[in-house]
């Protein structure tokens, strides 16, 4: 079972900045590709960035250019970069990870709100 924490999430003035941080924990051999989504209120979830292993990155287009996911895998942390935010990035940001076996699992969730 694969637990993921998340912090870093907050309020900050649009144009601002903000990392959010990852870590898995729990019983498992390997995390491999991990990510990002965000759901705004009264939306779905969507995907924000997302890193294998080997660094290999893919980012929604409203984020390209602003945001940049990291990893360390010997933490099994990943990292987002939060550059010129918008109020339009308003939203719970979850993390997740593939574990053993293709599993998926999410955190509970952090809070990233921008003002205007």
């Known amino acids: 079972q694969v637990q993921l924490v998340e912090s870093g999430g907050g309020l900050v003035q649009a144009g601002g900045s903000l990392r959010l941080s990852c870590a898995a924990s729990?019983?498992?051999?390997?995390?491999?590709?991990m990510g990002w989504y965000r759901q705004a209120p009264g939306k779905q979830r969507d995907l924000v960035a997302t890193i294998t292993r080997g660094d290999i990155t893919n980012y929604a287009d409203s984020v390209k250019g602003r945001f940049t996911i990291s990893r360390i895998n010997a933490k099994n942390t990943v990292y987002l970069q939060m550059n010129s935010l918008k109020p339009e990035d308003t939203a719970v940001y979850y993390c997740?990870?593939?574990?053993?076996?293709?599993?998926?699992?999410w955190g509970q969730g952090t809070q990233v709100t921008v003002s205007s």
């Open positions: 997740n990870a593939h574990s053993d076996f293709g599993a998926e699992n």
């Open positions: 729990g019983r498992f051999f390997i995390i491999s590709t």
